[in-house]
């Protein structure tokens, strides 16, 4: 089975200064994805990065990058220069073959706040 | 693009009724639909998988009798709560997915009340 755990309920960060959000999985497949979504207080979630489990680069996109360490199966998502726009829930994800399709599992978030 | 909307939004509807929720993929037509649970403060829970043409997959403890889910074509899959209760009041929340890598693509999601 696969789970994927955040240990961070809650994290604050000041404004400018770059964050560090915990993830942490187990999974008994070799081949598998890592997502990391953000959720602000409107509910929607937003797609904000993506890692392959054979992707030897770590994944950047913008401020974001994923800080991927397989052997220790970690997934932690680093966000630069925060804004105040970057206060939200955090949800690391893994994919995995389920239903005939890829299905997600998702952690259960950490909710960032970032200070002034 | 990749652009996915729900509707309605928000709906409070008396128990014993049901509600129905839509999914739209916009720009792309989506091989698989998703319909997620999310109660406050907690993560979100799958609840089935939806596959056009073909029967949802439901996960264990789900009731498909309870959340119909039709998915009529690459565009649009439907949720149905029957009969709704208190209990069943929560943020439902669907995606959809193309090809590899299987990034899945959220609408705004759906905050019911049964009152």
């Known amino acids: 089975a696969q789970k994927i755990t955040q240990t961070q309920p809650g994290m604050f960060v000041q404004e400018k200064e770059a964050v560090t959000l915990d993830c942490t999985y187990d999974t008994s497949d070799q081949s598998y994805g890592l997502f990391w979504y953000k959720q602000p207080s409107s509910g929607e979630m937003i797609f904000l990065i993506y890692q392959g489990s054979y992707d030897e680069q770590n994944a950047t996109e913008g401020r974001y990058s994923l800080n991927f360490q397989k052997a220790r199966k970690s997934a932690n998502l680093v966000i630069s220069a925060s804004q105040l726009g970057d206060s939200a829930m955090y949800f690391c994800?893994?994919?995995?073959?389920?239903?005939?399709?890829?299905?997600?599992?998702f952690g259960k978030g950490t909710k960032l706040s970032v200070i002034p | 693009g990749a652009v996915v909307s729900q509707h309605p939004s928000r709906v409070i509807c008396k128990s014993g009724t049901s509600v129905k929720i839509e999914c739209r993929s916009l720009d792309f037509q989506a091989t698989t639909m998703f319909w997620y649970r999310q109660f406050p403060k907690q993560s979100l829970m799958l609840m089935a998988t939806?596959?056009?043409?073909?029967?949802?997959?439901?996960e264990q403890g789900v009731e498909k009798d309870k959340f119909l889910i039709n998915h009529a074509s690459l565009t649009l899959s439907t949720l149905t709560v029957t009969s709704a209760h208190p209990e069943d009041s929560s943020f439902y929340i669907c995606?959809?997915?193309?090809?590899?890598?299987?990034?899945?693509?959220f609408g705004p999601g759906t905050r019911l009340t049964v009152t």
């Open positions: 994800a893994m994919s995995f073959s389920g239903a005939g399709s890829y299905q997600l599992t």
């Open positions: 939806s596959n056009e043409g073909s029967k949802a997959t439901y």
């Open positions: 995606s959809a997915t193309l090809a590899f890598p299987y990034e899945q693509y």
